[in-house]
């Protein structure tokens, strides 16, 4: 009974590194989100997908990339680490049936410092 | 441009002590609200979805309730393992192709024994 599951949940990257976080969910959602959670921000939208080998923009999408290979895996990559990239990372998912969307099923998160 | 604004962005209470969360919204046609708790270094984890104004929604200590400008988190009677962080979260017209969420800022409550 796994939900979504973020890997790493802890990094810490120099400025210019790369990296890719990693989202796994195990319900066959189509939908699936990454944001970013800053103080006194709330969450903001980076990425988001509707179906495998669909990716989108979301608000925040300037320094990531995103891929949707697999229905069941949503990576997030950083090409070249800022510090203003310092934040903590969820990932989410959803599905819509015919009655209309669930609720978002979110990770554990990803806590990412560049220095 | 659609919004959502928390208040307050913190509370204290005493245990026992009730009090509400406050959510505003201004969105282009309205499509969910959405209620979760948020616990340190935890994901965000449902709690309840409101659809039109005037329902209302409860789970144990909690209650949440739908205007069409608002929604209010009710906590009666507290106890300290209600403390965590609120988040709001409203679904739009907007997204009702891409179930994106717009988020509110988060009210960090405190309840003290």
């Known amino acids: 009974n796994a939900g979504v599951t973020q890997t790493p949940k802890f990094r810490v990257l120099k400025t210019g590194q790369s990296m890719t976080l990693l989202c796994a969910q195990d319900?066959?959602?189509?939908?699936m989100y990454w944001y970013r959670q800053d103080p006194g921000m709330g969450l903001r939208l980076i990425h988001y997908?509707?179906?495998?080998?669909?990716?989108a923009k979301g608000e925040v999408p300037d320094g990531y990339n995103v891929s949707r290979l697999k229905k069941q895996n949503f990576l997030l990559g950083l090409e070249s680490a800022a510090p203003s990239q310092t934040s903590v990372y969820f990932c989410?998912?959803?599905?819509?049936?015919?009655?209309?969307?669930?609720?978002?099923?979110f990770g554990q998160g990803t806590r990412l410092t560049v220095v | 441009e659609d919004q959502v604004t928390q208040s307050p962005e913190a509370l204290r209470l005493q245990e026992g002590e009730s009090s509400s969360l406050n959510c505003s919204y201004t969105?282009?046609?309205?499509?969910?609200l959405f209620w979760y708790r948020q616990d340190p270094g935890k994901g965000p984890e449902f709690l309840f979805t409101?659809?039109?104004a005037g329902e209302e929604k409860e789970k144990e200590r909690l209650k949440a309730t739908l205007t069409k400008k608002e929604s209010f988190l009710h906590i009666t009677a507290p106890k300290p393992e209600d403390s965590a962080t609120y988040l709001c979260?409203?679904?739009?017209?907007?997204?009702?192709?891409?179930?994106?969420?717009?988020f509110g800022q988060g009210t960090t409550l405190q309840v003290k024994p």
């Open positions: 989410a998912s959803s599905y819509r049936t015919t009655g209309g969307w669930t609720e978002a099923f």
């Open positions: 979260a409203v679904r739009t017209h907007g997204s009702s192709n891409t179930g994106k969420l717009i």
């Open positions: 969105v282009s046609g309205l499509r969910g």
């Open positions: 997908s509707v179906g495998e080998g669909t990716t």
């Open positions: 319900m066959n959602h189509e939908y």
């Open positions: 409101l659809y039109s």
